[in-house]
């Protein structure tokens, strides 16, 4: 009975959405973006002039050759680059930690999901108007991130186009656990909750993400530093347990995204096949030499080891501990990791720091071993290639969609450039337009 009447609610909305549309929506002019550069991702190099004409939500012609349509709105930023759209591998825009811990606590103890929603959907226009067209949401609760990917995809709120994981896979007192909050008052998480035991019990936890809408898998091989009952680096799923994870994911066609700080952790992983090593803090040559091998990525967070690290007072001893430990390592072991050459998608653990601020990790990349080209490419081509969109994102060519950061001066000899775009365009739409532009 319900059944019926929901659906007949759905189709009702269905069709006052199409007339509405029939009545009102002009036929969309066509854009003629104009800048002195163009940032060629999948080249690694600045080209010049920089044009990108843009019809709906694509992109339909690159180039100072492009036939520019007639009666298309021309606007030439100068001295700027336009660029791919930003994407970020590893992001949580359900939340954002501010700078006391306790009092996050607190608040999440009592904020129904609802007003969590709510909140969150500041996070995710913060995320697109920094230039971020694309993100992976790599685990959260109660299926916020899921509520808000559905809402941007609809058109109710601003924000990136979303991967969502729903809840990260994981054992019991592990990274995917609560925090060993008193049983006789907190309800144990089981499969449904992403925490499992057993190789069957994780193939059904894959499973239940993947019945509730997830793009991707998230699962926590090692232990890691926000949480209170494990220890950062020692793995916290057997080999079997890892092996069920992956290739039931893959088997669904779903990437897997493995959170490693630990090196033994991340080598269980690579060799279970998982798609990307998170954080990677403790990884040793040898498992990067590994990956390299395997075409695993690594999506180092820098930004996040980083905060962490320079925050780790205000943590309990406990977290302010494995806080101080992966923030000595994370970049040393970023440039360890460009030496060997591996595979990189950038990635910044955002609601660590506060959403907004992601760009921050192309100045550390750069400070690290990379050059601002390879830190472009890791959030472009890099990351779409990870994600799995790059048939339709990552670059700025003819077919793809029209999402389009424009950056002051040029990016490859300021990567801080990226921190501070004038114009962000996503699917065609401008999200972000700065005061004139010098
Ligand atoms: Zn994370």
Redesign the pocket.
Known sequence: MSVAKGMCGVAMAALLTGSAFAAEAPAAKPVVLKAAHLFDAAAGKIVSPGVVVVQGDKIEAVGPNAKLPDGAKVIDFGDATLTPGFMDA?V?LSEQSSDNYYKDFFDGMYQMPAEQALRATAYTKAMVEAGFTTVRN??DSDYIALGLRNAINAGIIEGPRMLVANYAVGSTGGHADQDPMRPDLIAQAGPIHGVCNGPEECRAAVRYQIKYGANVIKFMPSGGVLSLADPVDVPELTQDEMNAIVSEAHAWHRKVAA?CHGDLAARMAVKAGADSI??GSFLTEETLKMMKEKGTYLVP?LF?GYWVGSHADGFPPAIAEKARAAAAQSQKMFQMAARVGVKVAFGT?A??EPHGLGATEFSLMAKNGFTPVQALQAATVGAADLLGVKDDSGTLEAGKLADIVVLPGNPVENIQATEHPKFVMRAGKVVKEAAPLQ
């Open positions: 590893h949580h790599v685990g959170h998170e954080h967070t996040a653990d609601a660590v």
